[in-house]
């Protein structure tokens, strides 16, 4: 059995802080491996060694950090099934799934190569009197990273990519769930050139998290998880001064107007609300059809297809979707399932019952479809993170509008239609970060940036894209004059550029 230490300095080390926890495979239940839960002491080594390798690779021109990752970047391409394969197992969703995971988080590497073009600050020659000012970008020194568990490949290199080639240096603290691909991806950066202790992995729970939140050498923090976490992190680590964006979680919309063609609407509604069994930040857990007659249509083609699913093992290369990550998220999920019968919802279609033949013990659960469900319920108001979808019927297009905006998450929502004023103005005013216009999961290409809006993001800055450069260094103007003898005498009021 695997067992996670942490890996500092450029090493795997084993954890002297006496605690670990289980790292189940959720296709059949068992423990394949445990996971070290660190300690400040084991947070206090890494911040040592990122502290003191950090100033010689900001040092480092942009182009050589560029060149790490470029062959970082085949590293990942050679271990690419490996990888996909480990993910797999320790999180539980499929194989073309996984490697989807590990393809979004090689995207926002390639845009870090761009880093010699996107760290260039800006020049203006003769601002006053023999007088230029200029920009510059300078990396923070140590960052930090807190990642959940569903996208595991994903979201670590989201992180750490750019704050690294900003010249940086990094704590990644993944989740506790799934560690395996992200101590994969550090011994990758490693073996790509990076030196050592400029990505380090710290393993643990709130008793890391918190030693991060409150360590006077990291700068700035980076969270992605629940929105309550999120919250908590953004306030203890703004009220001890740091750099601080947090993403949380969802509940994201689908609205179908009455001309959407319907047979494509189905099938982007069934991938983007059961595709990784629901547990996707920007999984679609809404589903909004206008008017009666289209609800029913949509209905009518819907709960076949749910009925019809096919849930499977990660290493079934057939199955639309795996179990679920732990026994306890199953049993979240069921209850929420029970909380919404109970509400008065429909349940069209039930898949609690499901069990996978041959893999009892597995945390698996079939799709489950509601109804009639309204804006007053539990399971409308708050995050499932299952599979399970819920159809709230609008009467017309202002309330298809209201019903996202005024949802207190505002991660992403995408609208289906054919027609491109109502798109338009959907898209003006819903009150959401990201939209789809006939795109059911829109996260942004990597050359963009990702950030919801409201309980589902807390910061002023994304993350990736240009917003993550602006988020890993800091701004310096220097106002210079040249030559510097320029004799003006002695000047007591204010300077202005007369
Ligand atoms: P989580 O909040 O349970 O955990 C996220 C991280 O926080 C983990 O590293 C975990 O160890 C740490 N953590 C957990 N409890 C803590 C505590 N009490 N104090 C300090 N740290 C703590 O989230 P999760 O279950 O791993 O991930 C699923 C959630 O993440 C969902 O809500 C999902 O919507 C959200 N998510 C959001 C985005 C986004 O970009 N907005 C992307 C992916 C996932």
Redesign the pocket.
């Known amino acids: 059995m695997d067992h996670y230490g942490h890996f500092i300095g450029g090493k795997n080390v084993k954890s002297t802080s006496g605690r670990e926890q289980d790292v189940f495979q959720p296709l059949d239940g068992t423990v394949r491996a445990k996971v070290a839960l660190g300690s400040k002491a084991e947070l206090d080594a890494a911040v040592a060694n990122a502290k003191a390798a950090q100033p010689a690779w900001a040092a480092t021109n942009p182009q050589r950090r560029a060149r790490i990752f470029m062959k970082f970047l085949e590293l990942v391409a050679r271990d690419n099934d490996a990888l996909a394969e480990l993910l797999a197992r320790e999180h539980g969703k499929t194989i073309p799934d996984a490697k989807g995971d590990i393809l979004r988080g090689v995207e926002v590497v390639e845009f870090a190569l761009g880093i010699p073009h996107l760290m260039k600050g800006e020049y203006t020659e003769g601002a006053g009197p023999g007088i230029d000012l200029y920009s510059i970008r300078q990396p923070l020194g140590v960052v930090a990273g807190?990642?959940?568990?569903?996208?595991p490949a994903m979201?670590p290199m989201w992180k750490f990519a750019p704050a690294i080639a900003c010249g940086n240096a990094f704590i990644l603290?993944?989740?506790?769930?799934d560690p395996g691909v992200p101590m994969k991806l550090a011994e990758l950066m490693l073996e790509a050139g990076l030196p050592a202790g400029i990505l380090n992995v710290v393993n643990g729970?709130?008793e890391v998290?918190?030693a991060i939140l409150d360590h006077e050498d990291i700068s700035a923090i980076g969270?992605?998880?629940?929105?309550s976490?999120a919250q908590?992190?953004y306030s203890r680590g703004c009220a001890n001064g740091k750099r601080v964006q947090c993403?949380?979680?969802?509940k994201n919309h689908m609205i179908i107007m009455p001309d959407a063609d319907l047979d494509q609407t189905v099938d982007a509604l069934i991938g983007a609300g059961y595709g990784a069994a629901g547990e996707r930040?920007m999984a679609v857990s809404v589903a909004v059809p206008v008017g009666q007659a289209t609800a029913d249509r949509l209905m009518e083609k819907l709960i076949p297809r749910v009925e019809n699913l096919k849930i499977g093992p990660s290493t079934d290369p057939a199955a639309d979707f795996g179990p679920l990550v732990t026994k306890a998220a199953l049993e979240r999920v069921k209850n929420y399932v029970e909380i919404g019968v109970k509400e008065g919802a429909k349940l069209a279609v039930d898949g609690r019952g499901f069990k996978m033949q041959g893999y009892e013990d597995g945390f698996y659960m079939g799709g489950c479809l509601f109804d009639n469900v309204t804006s007053d319920m539990r399971i409308y108001k708050e995050?499932i993170?299952g599979p399970v979808l819920s159809v709230v019927r609008a009467h017309d297009f202002e309330e298809a509008v209201r019903l996202p905006s005024e949802h207190e998450y505002g991660?992403g929502v995408a609208i289906f239609t054919r027609d491109g004023d109502a798109a338009r103005e959907f898209a003006a005013r819903v009150q959401v970060g990201m939209v789809g216009i006939n795109v059911p999961i829109p996260v942004p290409v990597s050359y963009y940036t990702?950030g919801?809006w409201k309980k589902?993001?807390f910061g002023d800055l994304n993350?990736y894209g240009p917003d993550s450069v602006r988020f890993y260094t800091k701004t310096k103007t220097v106002t210079s004059r040249w030559p510097s003898g320029v004799k003006e005498g002695a000047e007591f009021a204010m300077p202005t550029m007369k």
């Open positions: 807190i990642t959940p568990f569903n996208f979201i603290k993944p989740s506790e769930r729970d709130k998290v918190d969270f992605v998880g629940s929105s976490i908590y992190i993403f949380g979680g969802a930040c995050e993170f991660n990702f919801g589902s993001g993350q």
